[in-house]
């Protein structure tokens, strides 16, 4: 049986173009364009949220683009991993577009685009979760390059500039690389469509060198763009430099495209073991755990902290993609949805503390607990989920991780998995002590009270507040997100459904 | 056809890895440039290629290089006005004095 053609499946991305183009309709104008860019992300969530309730209860939904059918035509696809990182995507997307509206961004960038660019940026993100081929992957990689491009330099700040010049050479490189992969893919195998070349593919014993080195290939080019270990120069360069909002919204988004790209290509593509792909995947996934958690431990601004921190995460879901089974790829899902709503909640911290205090350096601030403590309640369930402490949805993240490995015997990565996790604490903690916990270097200042009278119920502490609640629920509803996740791990390792659903099924019972 | 293209391609890769190494901004974003076009000359030759006329070509390999093309182009545009920008705002050319203002 075919599934039925839904619209619904690229309905959330329509909606992130759309309203990107209506943005730019008010050029000039930045009120009326933070309301569009909170009204489309909003829609966007409520469209993902429909797609995620049909996904869950009639598997995959398929759009096939003009009635072809795949592998001919153009097919964009949710499974159920897709169809929840596209909901995450549309919730960050509107708590940040919510965030604006109390001065998270400074006027001048409002005017020339920031929310117009907001919105392509969720748009290439959202359409890199559902597209249905390769080469599509590669465009919608471009289209949210080209908006963080944009994102990145927009204020023109001499910092700005000269972080996205690394940015941006890194990033070309990496699109260049994939490109080529995607070529000599089309050259061996004859198609770029993800379920045509999962069913080929997995027809194969052994995979042929030349598929082999291509996979390597790809796997330099995702890794570039996820940050993995010799790969994440150009992440720390230029994450700290543009205004909060979009740091908060790359943080959440931008890596994870390049994990999701990864976890596809490792599942669907290549998931043959004995070519070492694996145990190399296990190795750098240690090394960038520790290497980045180490230098979030060494810097002294919260932004750059955070920052350098998003390399050691994606780590941990890396180390889950290379353990191989389907406990483990839940909990690596998991991890992923826990570390994009913890993460922009931390980056969104960051943002208040600055716009409070006008700094982010931690020598500069402190007495903020005193000054500030709703704000510092929030950033200790934030901080102190990312490290992992119960009952907040860090700890169980870290748990199914570690439960995974211990199911493979897998010691090494239950040590590092908790060593690192220890550094993590230590880093939130530095955090904590500085800017919260220390006396303020400036003596006690009353600006900073009254300050906070003021900004009690704006809109930036409640999209930190949401962000928050978030991870406290996530935590205390694990059991049955972990279910959830785990079913979406299943579609993975055995994509049968989504393969039948793209393309029909076969007889025999083969993939 | 495709056997003279395959050195063209090689070198055409050597000689924008070696300009993207160089320290010089404008070297670097010329290295994109040829970095980009050796990938789609890469795909233009990846089904293989048949001289003459022939009833019957992959058509799908030049819609994926128009399409990279124009993305190309439009990166690359972006690329030179960056730097650009940096030229005229911090007046260096050179990628290690970028260093210190990150």
């Known amino acids: 049986m075919m599934a039925a053609d839904s619209l619904l499946v690229i309905s959330s991305t329509l909606c992130a173009l759309f309203t990107g183009v209506t943005c730019l309709f008010f050029w000039n104008k930045p009120r009326p364009q933070r309301w569009l860019n909170l009204l489309g992300s909003l829609a966007h969530l409520f469209f993902s949220g429909l797609l995620l309730a049909n996904v869950l209860e009639s598997g995959p939904q398929v759009l096939r683009l003009g009635g072809w059918a795949a592998p001919y035509g153009i097919v964009y696809v949710a499974d159920l991993f897709g169809a929840i990182l596209l909901g995450v995507t549309g919730l960050l997307a509107s708590v940040v577009a919510l965030y604006n509206f109390s001065g998270g961004i400074d006027e001048k960038r409002e005017r020339f685009a920031y929310h117009a660019l907001a919105q392509f940026l969720v748009f290439g993100v959202s359409a890199a979760f559902v597209t249905g081929d390769i080469f599509n992957l590669y465009v919608c990689f471009e289209i949210l390059l080209m908006s963080s491009f944009g994102l990145l330099v927009l204020g023109n700040d001499r910092r700005q500039l000269a972080g996205a010049l690394k940015y941006l050479v890194l990033n070309l490189v990496g699109s260049v690389i994939f490109l080529t992969a995607v070529g000599m893919l089309y050259a061996q195998v004859g198609t770029l469509n993800f379920a045509d070349l999962a069913r080929k593919l997995a027809t194969l014993e052994e995979l042929p060198v030349s598929l082999h080195v291509l996979s390597h290939l790809l796997f330099v080019a995702f890794g570039i763009k996820a940050g993995l270990f010799p790969l994440f120069f150009w992440l720390p360069a230029s994450y700290h430099t543009p205004p909060v909002p979009v740091t908060a919204l790359f943080a959440g988004l931008l890596t994870k495209v ?210 928050a609640l978030l991870v406290l629920a996530m935590g205390l509803w694990s059991a049955e997100l972990f279910d959830v996740s785990f079913r979406a791990a299943e579609g993975l390792i055995d994509p049968r459904a989504y393969v039948d659903a793209v393309l029909g099924p076969v007889s025999g019972g083969q993939l | 056809m495709e056997l003279w293209l395959v050195p063209v391609i090689s070198v055409l890769f050597t000689l924008s890895f070696c300009l993207i190494l160089q320290r010089s901004l404008s070297r670097v974003i010329l290295g994109l440039f040829v970095l980009s076009n050796a990938g789609n000359l890469l795909l233009f030759v990846s089904p293989g290629l048949t001289r003459g006329l022939v009833p019957e070509t992959d058509p799908l390999p030049q819609a994926l290089i128009l399409t990279a093309i124009v993305i190309g182009m439009g990166l690359l545009a972006f690329a030179l006005a960056l730097c650009l920008r940096i030229k005229k705002d911090l007046d260096v050319d050179d990628v290690d004095e970028l260093r210190d203002e990150s």
Request: charged share 10%.
């Open chain 1, 258 to 467: 390049g994990v999701y790209s990864l976890i596809r290509l490792y599942t669907f593509l290549f998931p043959h073991s004995g070519t070492g792909s694996f145990e190399w995947i296990w190795w750098l996934s240690v090394l960038t755990m520790f290497v980045g958690v180490v230098g979030a431990v060494s810097k002294n601004h919260i932004r750059k902290i955070l920052s350098v921190h998003i390399i050691s995460q994606v780590g941990y879901i890396t180390l889950a993609l290379a353990l191989q089974t389907p406990l483990a790829l839940a909990a690596g899902i998991f991890y992923m949805v826990h570390n994009m709503i913890a993460k922009t909640g931390l980056f969104l911290v960051g943002g208040v503390v600055e716009s409070v205090s006008g700094t982010d350096s931690l020598k500069e601030n402190g007495g903020l607990f005193k000054a500030l403590p709703f704000l510092s309640t929030l950033f200790l369930v934030l901080a102190l989920g990312l490290a992992g402490l119960p009952p907040l949805s860090g700890f169980f993240a870290k748990l199914f991780v570690i439960l995974a490995a211990a199911e493979v015997s897998s010691y090494g990565s239950i040590f590092f998995a908790l060593a690192v996790s220890v550094f993590t604490l230590f880093s939130m903690l530095k955090i904590w002590n500085e800017a919260f916990w220390k006396a303020s270097p400036h003596g006690p200042d009353l600006a900073l009270a009254s300050s906070f009278a003021r900004s009690a119920l704006t809109p930036q502490m409640i999209a930190v507040t949401c962000l």
